[in-house]
Structure formats: C-alpha cells, structure tokens
C-alpha cells in the first residue's frame, strides 16, 4: 500500500540580523548586529539579505551604506570578507520585487540575492551586518532599521 | 494497520533575544534586551543560549561576560535568580560544537547548553540577557552582537497532512532517532494526539492539534 503526504509551503526561514534602529555617523564599517549561522542547517535554494535603511541626507556621497561581513571566512576559504553581493546603499539599491518604491530619506526597504555567494557552502560561522556613511561629514547620519536574512526552499 | 516512515530531522527552532549590536563599560549587569517564554510551547529536547560577543581589551579581567536572568523565577520557585550554567565570558566560553574558533576581539559565537536548566519546567515569564564587562576601568567595553536561544524541535505550525486517513491509524515519524508516534484519524478538521516515546527519555507531548514538524517531509508507506 502507498500513501502520500501533503507538505504546506514552506515560509521563509528569516533570521534577524539586525532588529533595533542603529545609526553611525562614520564611514568606517561599524558592526550593528551579528549572527551565528550553521549553513547545514538552513535552506539554501533562496537566500536574500533584506534591510530597511535611511540617511539624513539624499545628496551623492551620503548614502548609507550596509553590507553583510563574514567573520570568519567560512564563504571565502577562511579569509573574513564582505559577502559578495551584500552591499546595499540608498541610493542605488533596490527594493524587495514588488515592494514599494524606496526613498533615502525615509525607512526604507532594499533586497539582494545573495544565492551565488552561499551556493555550495556548508559551514559554521558569524555574519556581522555593517553600517556606514558613503562620506562622513560629522553631520549626517546613516541608519538602519532593521536587516534579516530570508532562506527559502524555493 | 501500523505504518512508518522516516523523516530527516528538524530545523532548530531560534528565538531572538537580541537582535542588534549593544555595549557596557560598566561590570555590573546591564539588561540589553529580554524574551517572554511560555516554556509549554516550547520543545526543550535542545535549548542551547548562544550569543555573539566581543571585548575591546583581550586582557584577563576585561572579558565579556552575558547571562540570561530569570526574571519572574520560573525556574526557581519564584526566585528571581540567573538561569543556571547561562553566563558566557569572551574567555572561558566555547564556540557552537563545531563552530570556528573563538577570539575575544572579534565578534565570535559562543554557545551553552541549557536544556538541564529548563528541563521539567512548563511556567511563563521574563528573561533577561544582561551583559557586563568583568572589571571596568572607564574605557574598554563589552559588547554583544547577538543572541538567540536555539531550540531543536518545533511543532508549533502545520506542515504535514495525510491524505487517506484511513490507511493509517497509527503513524510513526522517526525524529533524530526519538520516537513520535501520531496516532488516531488524521482528517483535515480532526485533531490527533502527538506523543514522545517515553523510552526516549524525553516527556510525552500533550494532544495537539496540528502535529507538525519543521521539515519537509517525503516518504511512502
């Protein structure tokens, strides 16, 4: 006898990286959030990186700028580095497909896919979520709201 | 009829305690963020608090240090009390097993099992992560990244229905080599009960509703 089984779909898997509104005045990276992540243990089919961000000023070389840092190399042989792909500034980045058009000014969210940089990759290790000012002027301020990052099956 | 199957094991379940980058210069015990826990709701066959930390000073004396508090004393007969085996320092604590290596300097995961503390206990209440440098002087600060108590096993959200319900009473779905037996009609608008195998060593679930597991299950019978 053979029986079958339904399985609902599946929602993101979202891991907070970063929940509380942090804010930098400087153009060095400044570490608002990290997370500790197994990626044996998550589906790694979709993999995006999702921050919601604001600047003080909408000018060019002001942006805010966020990138995701992997602490311990576990993406590039050990060596810590920026995960490829995981830039988003105000000005050029893009939102999640379909979400509303973004505004520098005001919280808003941005997406990348970050599926290239993690196929194939099985470790262990930090990812921190780094936050600076394109070009910092003492003056203005970039924030950010919040950062997750979503695994999905499909 | 008794059928079986065998399921890949689930995905730990993680609740987020602190979801943002926080630091102290002060050595005593400051709250950065806290969770309300029902521990009835919560499967504690695996409950591990795991946090990412750093010090600016990797001198002895300067560590980083974070416990979970139990505010309302769940787990201690009402006794506001620091949950037993909690506290982590950036020099005596240890990495996930199998995780990299950890450096005081830089933000590194460390983790603690804590399924000895919570184990038996089914109460509601506060607890708070609080971080502190070992010895201040001023200037070099404790930080915390991040933290997240990890819990193995989920059963809070549906994902598996049977589709001929009267091919099977009895259903058994091996979890990580323990022993969930799903028994009774498994229809879309009946409940079933869902129970540990006791021979496990781990406490029999109540009746819910919705068995469910935090995979993706594929199998035949």
Not at chain 2, 151 to 176: H, K, Q, T, W
């Amino acid at each position: 006898m053979r029986s079958s089984m339904i399985v609902q779909s599946v929602q993101p898997t979202t891991i907070p990286v970063c929940g509380t509104l942090q804010s930098t005045l400087l153009d060095t990276p400044q570490t608002i959030g990290a997370v500790y992540i197994d990626l044996s243990a998550v589906p790694l089919q979709s993999i995006r990186f999702r921050v919601v961000l604001s600047s003080t000023s909408a000018a060019a070389g002001k942006e805010a700028v966020v990138d995701l840092y992997d602490t311990n190399g576990i993406l590039n042989s050990g060596v810590p580095a920026v995960v490829a792909g995981s830039e988003i500034d105000t000005t050029t980045g893009s939102p999640p497909p379909g979400g509303p058009a973004t505004d520098p000014l005001f919280p808003s969210a941005y997406e990348v896919g970050l599926n290239a940089a993690f196929s194939g990759y099985t470790g262990k290790g930090v990812f921190e979520c780094r936050l600076r000012i394109n070009v910092a002027d003492a003056v203005n301020v970039a924030s950010c709201q919040s950062a997750d990052l979503l695994f999905e099956t499909s | 009829m008794r059928s079986s199957m065998v399921l890949p094991g689930p995905l730990p379940t993680t609740v987020p305690i602190c979801t943002a980058s926080v630091s102290t210069l002060l050595d005593t015990p400051q709250t950065i963020a806290a969770v309300y826990l029902d521990l009835s709701q919560l499967p504690m066959l695996i409950m591990r608090l795991r946090v990412v930390l750093s010090t600016t000073d990797a001198a002895v004396g300067r560590e980083a240090v974070i416990d979970l508090y139990d505010t309302n004393g769940i787990l201690n007969g009402g006794v506001p009390g620091i949950v037993a085996g909690s506290e982590i320092d950036t020099t005596t604590g240890s990495p996930p097993p199998g995780g990299p290596a950890t450096d005081p300097l830089e933000p590194s995961a460390y983790e603690v099992d804590l399924a000895s503390s919570f184990f038996g206990y089914s109460g509601k209440g506060t607890f708070e992560l609080r971080l502190r440098i070992n010895a201040a002087d001023g200037v070099e600060k404790a930080w915390c990244h991040g933290a997240a108590l990890a819990v193995r096993g989920n059963y809070s959200a549906p994902i598996v229905e049977i589709l001929d319900p009267l091919a099977a009473e009895s259903f058994d779905i091996y979890l990580d080599g323990s022993n969930l037996t799903v028994s009774g009609l498994c229809t879309q608008s009946s409940s079933v009960s869902v129970e540990m195998d006791s021979g496990s060593g781990f406490t029999p679930f109540a009746t819910d509703a919705s068995p469910t597991v935090g995979f993706i299950a594929t199998g035949s019978l």
